[in-house]
């Protein structure tokens, strides 16, 4: 099963509970959650359970687009709307019409285009750029948001009227640091799909005290953090050097751990105790070669994001790269959101 939701938590069960009651309403549905919480999941099993399943299932990433594009992407439009425009072309509300349309991070999307989407949502009319005739649409419009919409309206960021045309039914997916109880289950769901999706065939466990640490750590990156440092383990990164940046994450976060997850390897020697008297083996120039790009990737990374104030779109233009790529990087080299951000030089 591609998309699953995994959890006993009472607030996940709420969520399947909503799930079966409103899947086939056609209501508005707004998912808020932290990022890596699983809104999309949640937004996928809202159309599998539905009876549009058979139609289509079209997801717009707001912020991914600036703004020319993403209305483009939205409305489509036709041919000679503008230079390059040598063929008509459908927007995303005109090819999931009768289906639905996954707005991710609508929180993320221009002022100036929420007006046109608002009317959309009113009226299920819309004409594409260059276009005077009007296209009727019948799309279930599903959005999510990790941020503080609240917050956005009062700064103007977000309108008001939007939101209420939106938020006629509101799922809030809690963060993993809120379901603690949940991890093993999770973890076991991770080993299980990356075992099948990276063709593992050795046996994989983790160490007792990484299981411990799982359990108190935070998670800040919440599923797709546990997702990622799991796929790592079993690509074959060492588990207590994880232990040790996990040790350290939650450090610079102002959180430390419980004494008997610190504690619990004190009485092994140190390794360089352990490896007295014998030398490691040279490392091949390949793997020192990528350890000092990733070491300068994320150097030139960080130092874009502080300069910007942590604007990722400025400073993917600084760095000369996508938007995307930036994300993806981001996470190559372990830098996870501002609200989470690991200095380069570790605090005394």
Known sequence: MKYALIGNHPS???????ITMISDTAFN?????????????????LHRASNRRDKRFVKVNCPALPLTLL??????YERGAFTGADQLKPGKFELASDGVIFLDEIGDMPVVLQAKLLEVLQSGRFARLGGTRDIQVNSWVIAATNHDLGKDMKDGFFRVDLYYRLNIIKIEIPPLRDRKGDIP????????KHRRDLEVTEPFHLDGDLKKLFDSYAWPGNLRELS????????????????SELLDNMATDGMPPAAEVVSESSDEPEPQDRNRG??????????????????????AIMHALNLTG????????MLKISYKALFYKMANVGIRNNKYRIPLVKRP
């Open 278 to 299: 014998r030398e490691d083996p040279p490392k091949s120039l390949k793997d020192l070669k990528a350890e000092a790009t990733k070491h300068v990737e994320k150097e």
């Open 310 to 317: 942590w604007n990722k779109r400025e400073a993917a233009k």
């Open 71 to 76: 209305e483009s992407e939205l409305f489509g």
């Open 12 to 18: 996940i069960q709420k969520i399947r509970e909503l």
């Open 228 to 243: 990622n440092t799991i796929a790592m383990l079993m690509v074959g990164y060492d588990q207590q050097e994880v232990r």
């Open 185 to 192: 289950l999770l973890t076991e769901y991770f080993v299980k």
């Open 29 to 45: 549905v707004l998912i808020m959650g932290e990022t890596g919480t699983g809104k999309e999941v949640v937004a996928r099993l």
